[in-house]
């Protein structure tokens, strides 16, 4: 249903917190909506009808045996089925007991894999309908843009910050996020390979759900910071950055001081907390926001160079 309930409409809820922690709740309303999609795995996974005329469904054994090796810690496996975990009713603070970012996976796997299902007969003897599969399968199936929705509209009621992109991913929702599909394009366009490697793998890691993830995208974003120094491989580090910081100013000694005094900052940070360097005396970055924080701080003055290059 997509229209908004009486106590929406006339702003008599409470917002919704946003978190990147799936509850149990949460957790089942994701699973029930992949299990609904399970048919449109089934030529990957075939049952196939009795008599030998076609596939009628998806084989859970065959189903379960590979997402033993594919998504090994997905809750359940280790008894043989998918499920959704118990909730504490007992407890005020859940438990995470199972493994959030293996469902992540799962839905991934939906989303990479399911293909649309071309006809469906029914038949009567068995009581069951007998599937078909294009012989040639899109790699953009209709089906999957249907799943995408079902999906981001679960992420978006329950407050999850999560998107099933486009390129069948997950990535993260980030509050105040400063990069934007435009920066990435921006990124796309520089022609120092090197330079253009570290910010794209930056991005990937800063987007990802995994928190491990985002910690390496700040180490990596700091590399781009060192290498974008040198751009100018013609001339020393020094003067290279000097270069750098008159382009963007446009000569303008108010904004060369401004911006060569972000750069010193952001080295500064990079030197004195444990990102690019892990000796005993880096200080250690102890609240997983902070990498948001030291990600979009770098990003805002990389974003802005790199439009003068």
């Not at 249903?1 to 946003?18: A, V, W």
């Not at 795995?41 to 030998?52: I, S, T, W």
Request: aromatic share 12%.
């Amino acid at each position: 249903m997509d229209t908004m309930l009486f106590t929406e409409r006339n702003g008599m809820r409470s917002p919704i917190k946003s978190t990147e922690n799936i509850n149990s709740e949460m957790y089942g309303l994701l699973l029930d909506c992949c299990e609904k999609y399970q048919e449109n795995l089934a030529y990957k996974f075939p049952e196939f009808c009795p008599d030998g005329s076609g596939i009628c469904g998806m084989n859970i054994e065959k189903f379960i045996c590979n997402l033993i090796y594919d998504i090994p810690t997905l809750y359940g496996l280790n008894i043989g089925e998918i499920c959704k975990p118990q909730k504490n009713y007992f407890s005020n603070n859940e438990k995470l007991d199972y493994d959030q970012f293996a469902l992540l996976d799962y839905i991934e796997y939906f989303a990479q894999n399911i293909q649309d299902i071309v006809n469906r007969k029914w038949h009567d003897f068995f009581k069951h309908n007998e599937l078909q599969f294009k012989e040639d399968f899109d790699s953009n199936p209709k089906i999957f843009e249907e799943f995408q929705n079902e999906i981001n509209k679960i992420f978006t009621k329950t407050g999850l910050l999560y998107t099933l992109t486009n390129n069948k991913i997950i990535e993260r929702t980030i509050d105040n996020e400063v990069l934007t599909n435009g920066i990435v394009k921006q990124v796309e366009n520089i022609e120092e390979d090197g330079l253009k490697s570290l910010l794209q793998e930056a991005i990937k890691l800063h987007r990802s759900p995994k928190p491990e993830q985002n910690y390496t995208a700040v180490e990596k974003i700091w590399d781009a910071l060192e290498r974008l120094k040198t751009y100018n491989t013609n001339v020393n580090k020094k003067r290279s950055l000097e270069i750098i910081l008159n382009n963007v100013a446009h000569g303008d000694k108010v904004f060369i001081d401004l911006f060569d005094d972000e750069f010193q900052a952001l080295t500064k940070i990079g030197n004195n907390f444990r990102i690019r360097h892990h000796e005993t005396n880096k200080i250690n970055i102890t609240d997983n926001r902070y990498f948001d924080y030291f990600f979009n701080r770098c990003m805002s003055l990389i974003a802005l160079v790199i439009q003068y290059l």
